[in-house]
């Protein structure tokens, strides 16, 4: 298995940049109209499923949450991701963003929007921080799982390692808003079992580990931010499947103005293409995924590690 990249301290994006020379880009950082509708849209479309899956034999159930149910909880919490940005309602608006994102969570079944923001701010904040950052793999992941079929079911269990690791990485005490999101997720779930029985539910709860493990769309946790170019930690794709993801692909941009909803990332671009066009790019989520697996140089330890003061501090 290959080493963990050095530890190194530095910025390394360049939004003032961007930002001083485009102040158009500023326009672009609005509430997204459309959010809402898209995931209520989305919300309803899983509830319905709900109900057409009640008699579906066992093999089907699966096969549809994998093809359908995987793609619309993946879209769902790209969705929460977009929401925890305060896309949806603006920033002077938390509570509705907040609320709206335990409403985009119920298909997913189980409480995850509150904890996502609350851990997400970090990932902006300290990219790759030591210790801070919960998205960077721990060094026994990089260990353990640097063979091809060790890497392929880290992959399938990625829902778990990213449930898991904020708690022994980076333990942080339980909101109020956590212990609500986790309310509302259990008595919806209760009534969704206590209408359509049990395999609602399962499809439901299939739907995330399938859609978030081993799926097409998964290639994008990959793609963001894991060396596929020596020295370069974020990378961006721009094909088709941003449609159906809310533009996360665009994840360069995302990180330079975190503030952009993803409707309007692709007119950052547009914009200031000087500063992204000759940038490495990913073309294909699952030649990442195809990549990631078989290639040596690549596997969970394949990211970049800072040093950063909070971290030592709390140390």
């Given at each position: 298995?290959?080493?963990?990249?050095?530890?190194r301290?530095g910025?390394?994006?360049?939004p003032?940049?961007?930002?001083t020379?485009?102040?158009?880009?500023?326009?672009l950082?609005r509430?997204?109209?459309?959010?809402?509708?898209a995931?209520?849209g989305l919300?309803?479309?899983?509830l319905l499923?709900?109900?057409l899956?009640?008699?579906?034999?066992w093999?089907?159930l699966?096969?549809?949450?994998?093809a359908?149910?995987?793609?619309?909880?993946?879209s769902l919490?790209?969705?929460?991701?977009?929401?925890?940005?305060n896309?949806?309602f603006?920033?002077?608006?938390?509570s509705?963003?907040r609320?709206?994102?335990?409403?985009?969570n119920?298909?997913?079944?189980?409480?995850?929007?509150?904890s996502?923001?609350?851990?997400?701010?970090?990932?902006?904040?300290?990219?790759?921080g030591d210790?801070?950052?919960v998205?960077?793999?721990?060094?026994?992941?990089?260990?353990l799982?640097c063979?091809?079929a060790?890497?392929?079911l880290w992959?399938?269990?990625?829902?778990?390692?990213?449930?898991?690791?904020?708690l022994?990485?980076n333990?942080k005490?339980?909101t109020?808003?956590?212990v609500?999101n986790t309310l509302?997720?259990?008595a919806?779930?209760?009534?969704i079992?206590?209408?359509g029985?049990?395999k609602?539910v399962?499809?439901?709860?299939a739907s995330?580990?399938?859609?978030l493990?081993l799926?097409?769309?998964?290639?994008h946790f990959v793609?963001e931010?894991?060396?596929f170019s020596?020295?370069h930690?974020?990378?961006?794709?721009?094909?088709?499947?941003?449609?159906?993801t809310?533009?996360?692909?665009y994840?360069?941009?995302?990180?330079?103005f975190p503030?952009?909803?993803?409707?309007?990332l692709?007119?950052?671009?547009?914009?200031?293409?000087?500063?992204?066009?000759?940038?490495?790019?990913h073309?294909s989520?699952?030649k990442?995924?195809?990549?990631?697996?078989?290639?040596?140089?690549m596997?969970?330890?394949?990211?970049?590690?800072?040093?950063?003061?909070?971290?030592?501090?709390?140390?």
């Amino acid at each position: 298995c290959a080493c963990w990249p050095g530890l190194r301290d530095g910025p390394w994006a360049h939004p003032a940049q961007v930002h001083t020379k485009y102040p158009a880009i500023k326009d672009l950082m609005r509430p997204d109209p459309n959010l809402k509708w898209a995931v209520l849209g989305l919300v309803l479309a899983q509830l319905l499923a709900c109900w057409l899956v009640r008699d579906l034999a066992w093999r089907w159930l699966l096969f549809w949450a994998y093809a359908f149910g995987g793609c619309v909880n993946h879209s769902l919490t790209l969705a929460i991701h977009d929401i925890s940005h305060n896309t949806a309602f603006g920033t002077g608006r938390p509570s509705y963003n907040r609320w709206f994102a335990v409403f985009a969570n119920l298909p997913v079944g189980v409480p995850y929007a509150a904890s996502f923001k609350k851990y997400h701010v970090d990932h902006h904040r300290y990219l790759g921080g030591d210790g801070l950052d919960v998205d960077v793999p721990t060094r026994l992941e990089g260990w353990l799982f640097c063979t091809p079929a060790r890497k392929l079911l880290w992959l399938a269990l990625q829902p778990f390692f990213y449930s898991l690791r904020p708690l022994c990485v980076n333990p942080k005490a339980i909101t109020r808003m956590e212990v609500l999101n986790t309310l509302v997720q259990l008595a919806v779930d209760l009534a969704i079992f206590t209408l359509g029985g049990i395999k609602p539910v399962v499809y439901l709860l299939a739907s995330s580990l399938l859609g978030l493990g081993l799926h097409p769309i998964s290639g994008h946790f990959v793609a963001e931010h894991y060396m596929f170019s020596k020295g370069h930690e974020t990378y961006s794709y721009y094909g088709p499947l941003n449609w159906i993801t809310f533009n996360v692909g665009y994840h360069m941009e995302h990180h330079d103005f975190p503030s952009i909803p993803g409707c309007n990332l692709p007119l950052v671009r547009k914009i200031a293409p000087e500063y992204y066009d000759h940038l490495p790019q990913h073309h294909s989520w699952v030649k990442v995924l195809w990549d990631f697996v078989f290639e040596d140089s690549m596997g969970p330890y394949a990211r970049v590690k800072r040093k950063c003061r909070l971290a030592q501090d709390q140390l």
